[in-house]
Every structure is written in structure tokens, then in C-alpha cells.
């Protein structure tokens, strides 16, 4: 039973990225290696991988170089980084702690996942 959730799992996340992705999927890092992370991040913080893939989606689109900018009076206050848009606010904090950078949650989707428990 097992075995066939984490199919399920997998199977949901190469199709939704099949579908975000397309042509550029290729500058990407491998599908399997992101379902990967999903399933890894979710086993290490004991919750639902799929719970991870729907915020990913609704968040980026499944996209892990997505930049959503937040605006307030025409003004840029922040910004959203990654697969699961990681907010500028947690730069400071994600770096002190972590040795996180903007870079690395646009640069490594798997860090980008697991940077949603380190706040």
C-alpha cells in the first residue's frame, strides 16, 4: 500500500511538472529528483508529500524559478522566491541560521521545499 502511495505521489509530480514545464524543462533539474524532494521533505517532517506538491502548485505553479513580487501602494515590499515561494522576509534569518541565500532557494528546488520548515 505503501509503495503504491509514493507511486501516486511521484506519478502526480512528473505530470504536473510535464505541464508547467514543457520545453524548458530540459534547463531544469531532473523531475524525478525534485519528486524526490517532495517525498524526502514530507518523510523527514512527517507529513503528507501531497500536501508539499499542492502548495508548490498553487504557489509557482510548480515552477521553481518563479519570482512573485508583493506590492503596496505601487511599491515593491517583498518578494516570493522558488517552488514553494519563499518570502524575502526570511532572507535575513534563513542566511544567519542556515547559510541559506536568495540564490540557493531559486537555484535548488530541494532546498526551496525543505526552506519551508526552517522558519
Request: net charge positive; glycine share 6%; proline share 5%.
Amino acid at each position: 500500500m505503501k509503495m503504491l502511495f509514493y507511486g501516486l505521489i511521484w506519478l502526480v509530480a512528473q505530470t504536473l511538472f510535464s505541464l508547467a514545464f514543457g520545453a524548458v524543462a530540459h534547463s531544469l533539474p531532473p523531475k524525478a529528483a525534485i519528486a524526490a524532494c517532495f517525498e524526502s521533505a514530507a518523510r523527514t517532517y512527517r507529513i503528507d508529500p501531497l500536501l508539499l506538491i499542492a502548495i508548490a502548485e498553487v504557489e509557482s505553479g510548480m515552477n521553481p524559478l518563479a519570482v512573485g513580487l508583493n506590492r503596496r501602494q505601487g511599491k515593491v515590499v517583498s518578494e516570493d522566491v522558488g517552488l514553494m515561494q519563499i518570502n524575502s522576509s526570511w532572507f535575513p534569518f534563513l542566511k544567519k541560521k542556515w547559510g541559506i541565500t536568495r540564490e540557493n532557494l531559486l537555484n535548488d528546488p530541494c532546498q526551496n521545499i525543505y526552506s519551508v520548515f526552517f522558519g
